[in-house]
């Protein structure tokens, strides 16, 4: 499935300027897909991210999206709506899946999980889309997540906008972008498996 297709083809269909829920993990992922949808959407940014364990480094990136999106100029001002700070729900949620590798059942457990979580605030706050930048990234499985969207999304009014920002070198741009604004990169998705799996 031609994910990028799907999405392209949605835009030039679109009537108006619709609102868009985007859940993000960071700011890297974050910059190359704003700068795909900033002049055809109304942006918030959904930050939930109860995968990342360490306070610390939740807090870092979501400081870090909040000074990009005030320096980062799209045709449309881009606004943050920051969820409830929750890593308990991630630990419950994988328990007894501590030693799966990525790409494994608990990332498509926490794949739903973040993009469920994103529909329910896209429905409270009459957005008309919502979406997820997880697709940007290579260590990421983007048809689970479309599939995952698609899914959840069939009996809501808020419509999921399918992704493939790697695409049209989408993760290359999000690095340009990077350095250019002096964006913290993180070598881990957020959870305390992956940090181990890095070595640090």
Request: positive net charge.
């Given at each position: 499935?031609?994910?990028?297709?799907?999405?392209?083809?949605?835009?030039?269909?679109?009537?108006?300027?619709?609102?868009?829920?985007?859940?993000?993990?960071?700011?890297?992922?974050?910059?190359?897909?704003?700068?795909?949808?900033?002049?055809?959407?109304?942006?918030?940014?959904?930050?939930?991210?109860?995968?990342?364990?360490?306070?610390?480094?939740?807090?870092?990136?979501?400081?870090?999206?909040?000074?990009?999106?005030?320096?980062?100029?799209?045709k449309y001002?881009?606004e943050i709506?920051?969820?409830?700070?929750?890593?308990?729900?991630?630990?419950?949620?994988?328990?007894?899946?501590?030693?799966?590798?990525?790409?494994?059942?608990?990332c498509y457990?926490?794949?739903?999980?973040?993009?469920?979580?994103?529909?329910?605030?896209?429905?409270?706050?009459?957005?008309?889309?919502?979406?997820?930048?997880?697709?940007?990234?290579?260590?990421?499985?983007?048809?689970?997540?479309?599939?995952?969207?698609?899914?959840?999304?069939?009996?809501?009014?808020?419509?999921?906008?399918?992704?493939?920002?790697?695409?049209?070198?989408?993760?290359?741009?999000?690095?340009?972008?990077?350095?250019?604004?002096?964006?913290?990169?993180?070598?881990?998705?957020?959870?305390?498996?992956?940090?181990?799996?890095?070595?640090?």
């Amino acid at each position: 499935m031609n994910y990028n297709l799907l999405m392209e083809n949605e835009i030039k269909s679109l009537k108006g300027v619709p609102t868009l829920l985007l859940h993000a993990c960071c700011a890297p992922c974050s910059s190359a897909c704003l700068e795909r949808l900033g002049d055809y959407f109304k942006i918030t940014i959904f930050y939930y991210n109860p995968n990342i364990t360490s306070k610390t480094e939740y807090l870092k990136r979501l400081n870090e999206i909040k000074r990009f999106i005030k320096e980062f100029k799209v045709k449309y001002p881009i606004e943050i709506l920051d969820a409830k700070y929750d890593p308990e729900s991630f630990i419950k949620m994988t328990k007894g899946m501590e030693d799966m590798p990525e790409k494994s059942e608990r990332c498509y457990l926490c794949y739903e999980m973040r993009l469920k979580e994103t529909l329910k605030a896209a429905e409270e706050n009459n957005f008309d889309y919502f979406a997820t930048t997880l697709t940007l990234s290579p260590y990421k499985k983007t048809d689970w997540l479309n599939e995952i969207g698609e899914r959840i999304s069939n009996e809501s009014k808020v419509k999921y906008l399918y992704s493939d920002f790697k695409k049209k070198n989408g993760y290359k741009e999000s690095i340009i972008l990077s350095h250019k604004y002096n964006l913290y990169r993180q070598n881990f998705c957020g959870c305390m498996y992956s940090k181990r799996n890095t070595g640090d």
